[in-house]
């Protein structure tokens, strides 16, 4: 029997939507949460993020910024105010922490099921946000995983679902959606921690297996409480901002 797999993304260090996203999950009902990374970055708490995850067992990728916290992806790929935020992460979390963080894999293929992956098949940090940069990835999908009909990515914070039919590539972002046999899927469930769907609520779904079908969730949080940590922990302010406007 298949699963009902929560799939969250980009929390980046938001306890306040991750808090309330885990308990929409429950009330949901989940045999198993995935985080297709970004743990950490951008907002206050990435300790106690870090620590929710593993006492959860989600089963976590690295995003780009938790490699970068590690040191496994160079500052020089961010932008001024992510990679301040990146440095100030470095500050409060503990070496176990960073061990764990560390030890994140990038990808992820879960039998003949599905593939999971931070951005992108093609590099982990690239963004899929078009279907021209979505095509690649199929390719590569249809190539190096032939069984597989179905990944999930994260990474640009924006909820998505690809579909590869035909040798063409659709687009669309429906609250529910039915897999139907002969196309390839590539899913974005949204980001819990920093949305930039023009929406402040967090955003995640459910994917379940047997019924292979997908639903999308907004979950509503204490915006203003997470934002005023962010000002507190003297973070740059467009940081605390944006999640008023989700984006
Ligand atoms: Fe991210």
Redesign the pocket.
């Known amino acids: 029997m298949g699963k009902r797999l929560a799939i969250i993304?980009?929390i980046?260090a938001n306890l306040e939507a991750f808090e309330e996203t885990l308990k929409h999950i429950a009330s949901q009902g989940a045999d198993e949460i995935i985080c297709l990374?970004?743990i950490v970055?951008?907002n206050a708490n990435p300790a106690e993020c870090v620590a929710l995850c593993r006492e959860r067992q989600i089963y976590c990728l690295m995003?780009?910024?938790d490699g970068a916290v590690c040191g496994k992806v160079s500052l020089s790929e961010f932008n001024e105010t992510a990679a301040t935020a990146i440095k100030w992460t470095r500050t409060q979390l503990t070496r176990e922490d960073l061990l764990f963080l560390n030890a994140l894999p990038r990808f992820h293929q879960e039998d003949e099921k599905f593939i999971l992956m931070?951005g992108s098949l093609i590099k982990p940090d690239r963004y899929l946000f078009f279907q021209q940069d979505a095509e690649k990835d199929f390719e590569k999908m249809a190539k190096e995983y032939p069984n597989i009909s179905v990944g999930f990515f994260?990474?640009t914070?924006q909820r998505r679902i690809f579909t590869y039919y035909l040798d063409t590539v659709t687009s669309g972002v429906p609250d529910h959606f039915t897999l139907e046999p002969g196309r390839r899927y590539l899913i974005n469930p949204g980001?819990v921690g920093?949305p930039r769907d023009n929406s402040p609520m967090a955003s995640y779904m459910i994917y379940d297996e047997d019924r292979r079908h997908v639903d999308f969730h907004h979950v509503m949080y204490a915006v203003k409480r997470a934002a005023d940590k962010v000002i507190k922990a003297g973070l740059p302010k467009s940081l605390a901002e944006r999640l008023f406007r989700g984006w």
Request: charged fraction near 10%; proline fraction near 0%.
């Open positions: 993304s980009d980046h990374g970004d970055g951008y995003g780009n910024h931070h994260g990474h914070h980001s920093q």
